[in-house]
């Protein structure tokens, strides 16, 4: 059974940052893409960032281009998410998903299956 667990959220100021971490279990880990998503109250859930964990190959929304990123350890079967600059706007609970394959996508329907996600909160 596929088991994606997130940590690292929490309450931080704009302009400051974040760590965090989706721990995988249940699957090898060898050619699948993981993709962060976030979801806002009262708005839809959104792609932020995906890896392909074959390839390293990356994708990433406009509005985090240059201060997220994303990687995987392999020996751990984490994937990261580490964010910079936070702002206000990037409040909202995020959440990891994955799905067997060499591709990147920030599309929710390509994933099965998901994490429960953790709170980020940035204040003003």
């Known amino acids: 059974e596929v088991q994606l667990v997130e940590s690292g959220g929490g309450l931080v100021q704009a302009g400051g940052f974040l760590r965090l971490s989706c721990a995988a279990s249940?699957?090898?880990?060898?050619?699948?893409?993981i993709t962060w998503f976030r979801q806002a109250p009262g708005k839809e859930r959104e792609g932020v960032a995906c890896i392909s964990s074959s390839s390293g190959r990356t994708l990433y929304a406009d509005s985090v281009k240059g201060r997220f990123t994303i990687s995987t350890d392999y020996a751990r079967r984490t994937a990261f998410l580490q964010m910079n600059s936070l702002r206000p706007e990037d409040t909202a609970v995020y959440l990891c998903?994955?799905?067997?394959?060499?591709?990147?996508?920030?599309?929710?329907?390509?994933?099965?299956?998901w994490g429960q996600g953790t709170q980020v909160t940035v204040s003003s």
């Open positions: 249940g699957f090898t880990f060898d050619d699948y893409a």
């Open positions: 998903a994955s799905e067997p394959g060499s591709w990147v996508s920030l599309n929710v329907g390509d994933f099965g299956s």
